[in-house]
């Protein structure tokens, strides 16, 4: 529980440029796989892609323009595969395509600074807080099509608390871009190492991948578990024990849960 949240000022993550030794050396930044760059670089980007400056400052104007060109190679698939652009049906896809897709994408807009704001707080508790899945709807960027999932978020926090909510912002934030499961888990977990400096940070995520259960490579239902540990979590079996658990607890709920609804189900029929 947070009693009585103290804010920090100045803007906690001024000081996050400095992040790469902890106090204490409880922590280290060498286990984490992002040890080359910040989860806030100094223009305020995370993890920017060259185009993300120009699309988070363009104008109105320039936003029309990108959405024209992108509608206009919605048009050249539209052809490619053998539809006929002007049909009715069809006709308005390209505009709606183009906007779709700006949304799925939308977390290379998405400022972390802009997210955590006033929502780090001081507080004397060191026991693990977990947030349990949390639902992802991203993009592959092999196929562009999408992966759906559950992340779940743990850590330890080392006197600094994240407002509850955020942990699923962030999540989200990053899942709006073209990812890789993997890299995905990894940013999450490094930008909440960045943000909070806690004992630990351990982030598990079980995603869908409609490039696999589409095109019949896997069987549909399979899912693709990944999992990013830091600090204590990466450096202390019991810890990791003890999320993983908690963690498991829930899936082997869920687990029972679909079963009993599907047992009731075939009962119903009968
Ligand atoms: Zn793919």
């Known amino acids: 529980m947070q009693t009585s949240p103290t804010r920090l ?6 000081r996050l440029a400095s992040a790469t030794v ?3 050396g409880a922590l ?3 286990a984490s796989p992002y040890r ?5 670089d100094s223009q305020g980007y995370s993890w920017p892609s060259i185009g993300t400056k120009s699309r988070k400052e363009e104008t109105d104007a320039e936003r029309e323009a990108r959405l024209e060109k992108m509608s206009g190679a919605i048009k050249t698939l539209l052809e490619c595969v053998g539809e006929d652009p002007e049909r009715e049906g069809v006709q308005k896809t390209p505009l709606r395509y183009a906007k779709a897709m700006m949304f799925f994408t939308q977390g290379y807009e998405t400022n972390l600074r802009t997210i955590i704001n006033d929502a780090v707080f001081e507080e004397d508790h060191d026991e693990m807080v977990i947030v ?10 092999h196929h562009l099509v999408p992966f759906v999932g559950k992340i779940s978020i743990g850590y330890i926090p080392n006197k600094r608390v994240l407002g509850l909510s955020k942990l699923a912002r962030i999540a989200e934030m990053f899942s709006r871009r073209l990812q ?13 190492q960045d943000i909070l400096q806690p004992v630990g940070v351990a982030v598990t995520m079980e995603a869908s991948h409609m490039c696999m259960v589409m095109r019949g490579v896997q069987k549909p239902g399979s899912s693709t578990v990944t999992s990013c540990m830091l600090g204590a979590f990466r450096e202390d079996p019991k810890t990791r024990e003890e999320f993983l658990r908690k963690y ?3 899936l082997r709920r869920m687990v029972k849960a679909k079963k009993a609804t599907s047992e009731a189900k075939q009962t119903h029929k009968k």
């Open 132 to 141: 349990k899945n949390i639902d992802i709807f991203s993009l592959c960027e």
């Open 248 to 250: 498991l607890q829930t």
């Open 180 to 192: 890789v499961q993997e890299r995905l888990t990894k940013q999450i977990a490094t930008a909440l």
């Open 28 to 30: 280290d930044r060498s």
């Open 22 to 24: 902890h106090e204490g």
């Open 9 to 14: 000022v100045p803007g906690p993550v001024a």
């Open 36 to 40: 080359a760059a910040e989860a806030i």
